[in-house]
């Protein structure tokens, strides 16, 4: 169960779909339907990415039935991202390996928070987190670069003031709607760091286990499967051929050092401890299979992280000279806030004003006992969106508090104006795509549905 909410859930993650398609989908034999230059769309394809959207409705308790339009508008949709790659092609837009190792990151880091922990994840898929990324890479690569053609076409587009004030004049003054209380917030972030118990303890552990291995002859799958704490382990810890660069830098140089059979020095990542042993090289291609085994989550440091807080939090209330965002530049430990001295972002909108009904719970409840603006909570306990750290502290501060109001355009231009201007981009984006059509070779393998194509 945990599984199919997984991929219900994530399904734009996956590369084949492990759903059988809807029963109400075409039978028909596979064949292609269109294509994009040389690119070919395949009918199962369009299929299953239905078959899924009707699924993911019926998880989010909506009925979707199947029909022809629905069926089409995908086809359309699935053109669109092919065109939007040929013009990258056209016009040199890459993605860096780098790049697709941040996304991949942070969209992990998104299922991990779905599944509960990285080891619900590999039992829910049956890989290795390593692995999971191998899978996705390519999939994963054409998205973004088809969304980065999109943000290049975005940015070329802007708006005036007074294109703004003309489309928020024309919404009826009876139907404005209330905009809720919102606030601006700013944290500083702590992660426990192992104790130096728990963290020696794992680490003699995985010594002891190369030992095993090296000078008593038992088998290193033997071990992977029974002590193993990743998804491989079921599988005696081996990993697919994959690139250097695709792996974190510790394992792949370690790796790389070894010859096929060898086995190397236990070897520390973000992951735990690792003992790996190459299977083949292929160029800059490694097979590998390893055991895992992660410093116990439950004996961590929290007392010093606390203390760490607390800390700054008495030197930020009783020096003026000293500023929250500096603070956080300085000390935070959340890698997506610390860079903007803290501050938190609406993650639907990504503007900073953000409704108190889209808070996550555990900094509603400290809102709530905010009685002021400039206002610094005591450290309180979250679980980041980190797929390395299990749980963090942090202190927060009210920025801002707007009360709730019927939408003005004094007090929510920006809001208003990204309205405005999402609706002119999306607008002229579509008038873009469809001249795209006459730029790159497109060609139907069915009969078209005009009602669809001309949206």
């Known amino acids: 169960m945990r599984y199919l909410k997984l991929i219900l ?29 040389d690119q070919i769309i395949l009918k199962s394809d369009i299929d299953q990415s239905v078959s899924d959207y009707i699924r993911q409705a019926s998880f989010n308790q909506q009925n979707v039935p199947f029909t022809k339009e629905l069926w089409y508008s995908f086809l359309e949709s699935e053109i669109d991202n092919k065109l939007l790659l040929e013009k990258a092609k056209i016009d040199s837009v890459t993605i860096s390996d780098e790049q697709v190792n941040q996304q991949m990151d942070a969209r992990v880091s998104q299922l991990i928070q779905q599944a509960g922990s990285e080891q619900a994840l590999e039992d829910a898929f049956g890989k290795s987190i390593i692995q999971l990324k191998a899978d996705f890479r390519d999939n994963f690569r054409q998205q973004m670069t088809a969304n980065q053609m999109q943000q290049i076409k975005f940015s070329e587009i802007q708006i005036t003031r007074p294109e703004v004030k003309e489309f928020f004049e024309a919404i009826p003054k009876d139907s404005l709607p209330t905009i809720p209380e919102q606030v601006a917030l700013s944290h500083i972030v702590k992660l426990p ?22 000078n008593h002859g038992v088998a290193f799958e ?25 792996l974190v830098s510790e394992y792949s140089a370690a790796a790389a050092a070894l010859q096929p059979g060898q086995i190397s020095e236990v070897v520390e990542t973000e992951f735990g401890f690792h003992i790996i042993r190459l299977d083949e090289r292929v160029g800059n291609r490694i097979k590998t299979s390893h055991i895992l085994i992660r410093i116990d989550a439950e004996q961590l440091d929290d007392e010093t992280a606390i203390q760490e807080l607390t800390t700054i939090r008495d030197s930020l209330l009783n020096n003026e000279n000293i500023t929250f965002s500096g603070m956080a530049i300085r000390n935070s430990e959340d890698p997506s806030t610390a860079k903007s001295g803290g501050k938190i972002v609406d993650v639907q909108s990504g503007e900073r004003l953000i409704p108190l009904t889209r808070l996550d719970p555990s900094l509603y409840r400290i809102v709530l006992l905010m009685d002021e603006v400039g206002s610094i909570s005591e450290p309180k306990l979250f679980n980041p969106n980190n797929a390395n750290a299990g749980k963090a502290y942090r202190i927060v501060r009210l920025d801002r508090q707007i009360p709730e109001h019927v939408a003005s355009l004094d007090v929510d231009y920006q809001r208003i104006k990204n309205i405005a201007l999402q609706q002119k981009q999306t607008r002229i984006f579509q008038k873009w795509l469809r001249e795209l059509r006459e730029e790159i070779y497109v060609e139907y393998r069915i009969p078209k549905l005009e009602s669809v194509v001309a949206r």
């Open 9 to 37: 859930l994530l399904s734009f993650l996956t590369p084949v779909s492990v759903f059988a398609q809807q029963k109400n989908s075409p039978q028909s034999a596979d064949k292609i339907v269109a294509l994009v230059n």
């Open 193 to 214: 760091k192992a104790k130096t118990d728990a963290k020696d303890a794992s680490l003699k552990f995985a010594e002891s286990l190369r030992d095993s291995v090296l």
């Open 222 to 246: 033997e071990l992977a499967k029974r002590h193993g704490m990743d998804g491989s382990s079921e599988r005696g810890g081996q990993l697919p051929m994959m690139g250097l660069n695709e």
